[in-house]
């Protein structure tokens, strides 16, 4: 069974612009959420989607946000991007996201805002 | 607000001894722990996990400890090895919580010299 993948690994972008993460989740998983990593802050729990609704909200700003689609596949956005903006995007995935789920994570997207 | 708190940044021990990672939470309505390890360039990957019903989970050479009274958790790796040099993160979440939310410390960066 393959593992939650997430594109781009990599992705340089400037001020003020805006950028779009994709992650697809193990098959037959319908909870996806992000999370933001930077170091000494730990995860930051971004937000959760499950069956195309988002289920909760982290503590971020309305630049970021995110949607989920049929197939459970979850986009996240970024807009008018910021330098406190770089991090490790990463995105899990849970089969319904009970709070005693494991989650499995994808390898994540590292974000650079010059 | 950090409601889970990693205090050490790094631990470095010898293969073959103990290895204590600490992690002290603040919020009384968590009753779920976990503790995920992460590599470089890779995403978290479940290690352990506890309910709030118990104040001990083992598996092989990890044991996992919980002290509700002292909101404090702790993550024994016994013998350690130097394929466990990773970064530890401990994460917590509550059931009243509806859906999959984690929170996360800020990571305990582990090295076990040969």
């Known amino acids: 069974k393959a593992g939650v993948t997430q594109t781009p690994r990599y992705l340089i972008k400037t001020r003020g612009q805006q950028v779009t993460l994709s992650c697809s989740p193990i098959?037959?998983?319908?909870?996806v959420s992000w999370y933001q990593q930077t170091p000494g802050q730990g995860l930051q729990f971004l937000f959760e989607y499950f069956s195309e609704t988002q289920r909760n909200k982290g503590n971020f700003p309305g630049r970021f946000s995110g949607r989920q689609f049929s197939n459970s596949r979850s986009e996240m956005n970024v807009s008018t991007l910021e330098l406190g903006d770089s991090a490790l995007y990463l995105c899990a995935s849970s089969l319904v996201g009970f709070t005693n789920e494991k989650l499995f994570f994808g390898s994540g997207t590292q974000l650079s805002v010059l | 607000d950090q409601q889970v708190k990693q205090n050490s940044p790094s631990l470095s021990v010898q293969e073959g001894r103990i290895s204590i990672l600490n992690c002290d939470y603040t919020n009384s309505m968590f009753d779920y722990f976990l503790w995920y390890k992460k590599y470089p360039a890779e995403g978290p990957t479940f290690l352990i996990s506890i309910s709030s019903i118990k104040d001990k989970n083992e598996d092989g050479r990890f044991t996992v400890f919980l002290n509700k009274s002292a909101k404090h958790l702790s993550l024994h790796i016994v013998p350690s090895q130097p394929g466990d040099s990773a970064v530890y993160f401990c994460a917590a979440s509550a059931q009243e919580t509806s859906g999959s939310r984690l929170t996360f410390g800020e990571g305990t960066q582990l090295t076990v010299n040969p």
């Open positions: 098959s037959g998983h319908r909870s």
